[in-house]
């Protein structure tokens, strides 16, 4: 069993930067998909961006490509989300999350969660 754990949320200003760090326990962390998710007040939780197994391919949000950067550390067991040019929408509970596989494809099924961490953006 792995199981994220995510850090690093807090509160900033737009336009400004947060990243956020996502460790998981256990040995296989290569092996799996890495993804961050997101959700809002009143809405559902959201896809904003993946990266497959090596780091070698990136998948992003329409609503934060350019902005945001997925990376990963497979000798940390570690997945960051640098977030920059923040703006209030930004503002939600992020999730790390993990799928077994070594790329991404939409409908992949990510079975390990983290708790979330709190994002808010103040305009």
């Known amino acids: 069993q792995v199981q994220p754990v995510e850090s690093g949320g807090g509160l900033v200003q737009a336009g400004g930067s947060l990243r956020l760090s996502c460790a998981a326990s256990g040995r296989t962390f290569s092996s799996y998909v890495m993804g961050w998710f997101r959700q809002a007040p009143g809405k559902e939780r959201e896809f904003v961006s993946a990266?497959?197994?090596?780091?070698?391919?990136?998948y992003y949000a329409d609503s934060v490509k350019g902005r945001f950067t997925i990376s990963r550390d497979n000798a940390k067991n570690t997945v960051y989300l640098q977030m920059n040019s923040l703006k209030p929408e930004d503002t939600a509970v992020y999730y790390c999350a993990m799928a077994n596989g070594r790329a991404y494809y939409s409908g992949i099924r990510f079975d390990f969660w983290g708790q979330g961490t709190q994002v808010t953006v103040s305009s």
């Open positions: 990266i497959s197994w090596s780091g070698g391919s990136t």
